[in-house]
């Protein structure tokens, strides 16, 4: 029960931090598509059913950092020509960097159903 509040806490803090911004900004398709794909499929390759969920969340924290380091290097590599024009590439900065957001946030709900190590 003090995880689910724990995790109500967390999740009352990030939405109430996003919305001063805008939502719309936190928002791609494709994006938390990379993550909750790569989220499940490292959890399969783990191989441990009963640590599914847990090696869910850590799958989808290292597809939060490889998404983010294939849009930094497609950014980079100018494949958008936008290297330079500080309004493209601050929008495109801001979507490579949302893999780690969804990445942090499945890690987040998923130890709600870790189970305890006695």
Known sequence: MSRCIGLLI?????????????FKYYYDTLSF????GGSVG???????????IVNCGNGAVYFGWFGT???LIALTAGK???WGDIDKTGI?????MLTL???YIIKLIT???????K
């Open 92 to 96: 495109a900065m801001s979507v490579a």
């Open 101 to 103: 957001f969804y990445g």
């Open 10 to 22: 967390c999740l009352i803090i990030i939405i109430g931090a996003t919305s001063h911004v805008g």
């Open 33 to 36: 598509s990379f993550v909750a």
């Open 111 to 117: 130890l709600v159903f870790k189970k305890n190590s």
């Open 80 to 82: 958008w020509n936008n």
């Open 42 to 52: 490292y959890g399969l390759l783990k191989d441990q059913k009963d640590r599914f």
């Open 69 to 71: 380091f294939i849009g």
